[in-house]
Each structure stands twice: as structure tokens, then as C-alpha cells.
């Protein structure tokens, strides 16, 4: 597997089946007791670490693979930022499976416009936080109002990378064009120029067809 989710410590084990239930081939999925549960292998790219409790295990686990030179994330109380490449910040444990979905999602379902694991590298790598939000709407132009309200919560100008995706059910493909999007390039050219955007549109035929959703990960070395 080039992704793990490990687990750590009391309280994971629903998380860590809630990111199993999510499907991607692409993921493995483990609770760990020690290090020697969960020893970097050289096809491992990206490693996110869980924890409510048990920091020290969850950090110790966390250095090994950034060590090892794997993308590190961490959603973990009490987190040691230098294990990590990057940590989640305002984000209660019970919206972790979420955040993981969030991460996962562009990498383990199908591109129209093509995001990649080098774009979610380039938005987390030493970027040391990470804050992630969703939004969903009846249209491109609904989502955008919608992530707009959450985003008067952010410090924008703390903000170094977003990534910006874009997710409808593919049965919707052919009723979305250039004037739909509109709405999401403006507010993508709206962003302070520091602020580097890498952007996608993927696939959830999840979704109810009527629904788009807009998801941003966000990164900053004082985010």
C-alpha cells in the first residue's frame, strides 16, 4: 500500500474502520500497539498518524516514517510538530475520519481535471499545519458562497497552499460548463497572490446528483 492510516492508542479503532469503509484499494488501514507494528516500507509515500491519547507512541511512530522520508500527517492531541511534516489544526477527533477522507479522496478517485499525490505533496510538505473545509451547494456558484462564509473563519493571510477540489457525481459531467465554473475561478483569482492554488475536479458518484461539493486543504508554516 503507498498510503497508511495508522492508528494509535484508545478511541481509533471506529475511526480506523470508518477510513476501511471508504473503499480505496490504495489504502491500508492498522491500529498500532508499537513501532515495530508499522515499519516504513519503500513504496510507502504517505503516512497519517491518529491518535486522542498516547502522543509519545503516536509521535515516535510519526518519526520514523518522516525519517524514512514518507509525507507525515498528523491528527493527533498533543502532536510533536518536528515528527511530522504537517499537523491538523482545529479539528475535533470525532471529524477525523473526514479530514482522512478529505486527504484521501482526490488521490483515490477518478480525475476529470487531474490532481495527483506530488499536488497534495507540494500543499503538506515542512508545511507543519494544515486546516481542511468542505462545502457543498446545489450548484458550483451555491458551493462557492458556501466555502466563502467558512473561509471569513481563516487567517488567509497565514494561509501558503490550498488545494481546491471540486466534486460531482460523473452523471452530472455533461450539464456543468466553463460559465458554471466561473464562480470557483473568480474566487480562486481572488486569493491573496501569496498564496500558492493547485485545483481539480474529481468524480464522487457518491453524491446525490444534485449536490457539488468543494473541499480545500490548506497549509502554512504559521497557519
Known amino acids: 500500500m503507498s498510503f497508511k492510516v495508522i492508528g494509535v492508542g484508545n478511541g481509533v479503532t471506529d475511526i480506523i474502520e470508518k477510513v476501511k469503509s471508504f473503499g480505496y484499494d490504495c489504502v491500508g488501514c492498522l491500529v498500532a500497539k508499537s513501532t515495530d507494528d508499522c515499519i516504513p516500507m519503500d513504496d510507502d509515500k504517505m503516512a497519517i498518524i491518529v491518535a486522542r491519547d498516547n502522543e509519545e507512541l503516536a509521535n515516535a511512530i510519526a518519526k520514523t516514517y ?28 470525532g471529524t477525523f475520519p473526514e479530514v482522512i477522507k478529505i486527504l ?32 457543498d451547494g446545489k450548484s458550483i456558484e451555491d458551493g462557492v458562497i458556501n466555502m466563502q462564509r467558512k473561509m471569513e473563519n481563516v487567517t488567509v493571510d497565514k ?58 486543504i490548506m497549509s502554512g508554516r504559521e497557519l
Request: charged share 20%; proline share 3%.
Open 104 to 135: 484521501l479522496a482526490p488521490l483515490a478517485t477518478m480525475g476529470y481535471i487531474c490532481y495527483d499525490f506530488n499536488d497534495l505533496c507540494t500543499t503538506l510538505h515542512n508545511r507543519r499545519f494544515f486546516k481542511t473545509l468542505v462545502a
Open 159 to 216: 494561509i501558503e497552499f490550498i488545494s481546491a477540489l471540486l466534486y460531482f457525481n460523473r452523471e452530472k459531467l455533461s450539464a456543468i460548463t466553463m460559465d458554471d465554473m466561473a464562480p470557483f475561478n473568480n474566487m480562486m483569482s481572488g486569493l491573496p497572490e501569496s498564496i500558492d492554488v493547485i485545483w481539480g475536479v474529481n468524480f464522487d458518484n457518491t453524491l446525490s446528483d444534485d449536490i457539488i461539493r468543494l473541499s480545500f
Open 66 to 93: 518522516h525519517d524514512a522520508g514518507v509525507l507525515t500527517i498528523g491528527l493527533v492531541n498533543g502532536a510533536d510538530i518536528s515528527c511530522y511534516d504537517t499537523i491538523a489544526i482545529d479539528t475535533d477527533s
